[in-house]
């Protein structure tokens, strides 16, 4: 298996060969999860710190179970009561984490580039749980190996991505490893909720909803990332799915064995309808959140093989 990677900071670096590296790794893992005995030893004697400076519930239990069933000693640090309240920097935080000496660190930050930046001063892997806008790379590798479990294959595929585009970190890592992977990627949603410039990615936009939805293999729901926006983005939640909202009746538009996604947590009755959230023969959303466990698996194991393997690069 190849991946050179010393951290996971976002999809952008990944080559086309690593990202299959992961996914398959992963998918070992998705298999070993639904034994009985889960265990394993991939890190045993090394520590994890998880910091997530933005709440977070199933990221943060994902990549907690992650190292607990590979055998690392994890930790989890209450950033919202931390230092950082205080005043402290994020150098100092960075200073003071070498002092505990872990060898794989996993972050969340509201700030875009806050991740790499920790990544630049600790003497360990990092793994970006989610950056501001940026990137949330295990997300798009987790919504990658559910794709490729439900369709078969992962390239070639006419991908719908569909909402809140201008928000949404997964919406950036998802087109970057889907277009890696030489899928059709069409963004769906008003014009105040796409980025500009956002053709120049390689993909289509569409405003109309079943347009965008017309034939595609799968559909990938967004939800609406409020606490970001600092303006009117949408007339009303009532409005808003009554024109991007995903029903039946605009599902109909997409291939008849297309799948429905959602990185959750759902807004239902704003982003997605609840019946078609809960149709256990399209919607794969709960495949998802099995598939996060067993990439975030994959991808510290491959992190730590690379820590073990050259450690004085690492701790350079």
Avoid: W
Avoid at 85 to 102: F, Q, Y
Avoid at 140 to 151: E, H, P
Wanted: hydrophobic share 45%.
């Amino acid at each position: 298996m190849r991946f050179d990677q010393r951290h996971l900071l976002g999809i952008e670096p990944l080559r086309p060969d690593e990202i299959t590296t992961v996914l398959d790794l992963a998918d070992r893992y998705a298999a070993h999860g639904r034994r009985r005995e889960k265990h394993g030893a991939a890190l045993a004697g090394l520590t994890q710190i998880n910091m997530f400076f933005e709440n977070s519930t199933r990221t943060q239990a994902s990549f907690e179970l992650a190292g607990k069933r590979l055998g690392a000693d994890v930790m989890n640090m209450s950033m919202q009561a931390s230092s950082i309240k205080k005043g402290e920097t994020l150098i100092d935080t960075a200073m003071t984490l070498n002092a505990m000496h872990p060898d794989l660190l996993v972050v969340r930050h509201p700030h875009s580039g806050a991740v790499d930046l920790l990544a630049q001063k600790v003497n360990c892997a990092v793994l970006n749980a989610g950056d501001g806008r940026h990137e949330h790379p295990t997300q798009a590798l987790l919504d990658a190996l559910t794709i490729r479990r439900a369709k078969g294959r992962l390239h070639r595929l006419n991908i719908a991505i569909c909402g809140d585009i201008a928000h949404s970190r997964v919406a950036r890592s998802n087109i970057l490893l889907l277009g890696k992977m030489e899928n059709r990627i069409r963004l769906v949603g008003p014009a105040t909720l796409m980025p500009a410039g956002i053709a120049d990615f390689g993909v289509e936009v569409y405003d109309d909803m079943r347009k965008g939805l017309e034939g595609v293999d799968v559909v990938m729901m967004l939800r609406l990332q409020k606490e970001r926006m600092d303006g009117g983005f949408i007339p009303s939640e009532r409005e808003y799915f009554y024109r991007y909202g995903l029903d039946a009746e605009k599902l109909a538009c997409a291939a008849p064995d297309a799948i429905v996604m959602h990185p959750g947590p759902m807004n239902r009755g704003v982003e997605i309808d609840g019946t078609i959230a809960d149709d256990i023969n399209r919607s794969v959303i709960q495949d998802q959140v099995e598939m996060g466990v067993a990439v975030r698996m994959a991808a510290m194991d491959l992190l730590a093989r690379n820590l073990r393997a050259h450690p004085k690069e690492v701790m350079a």
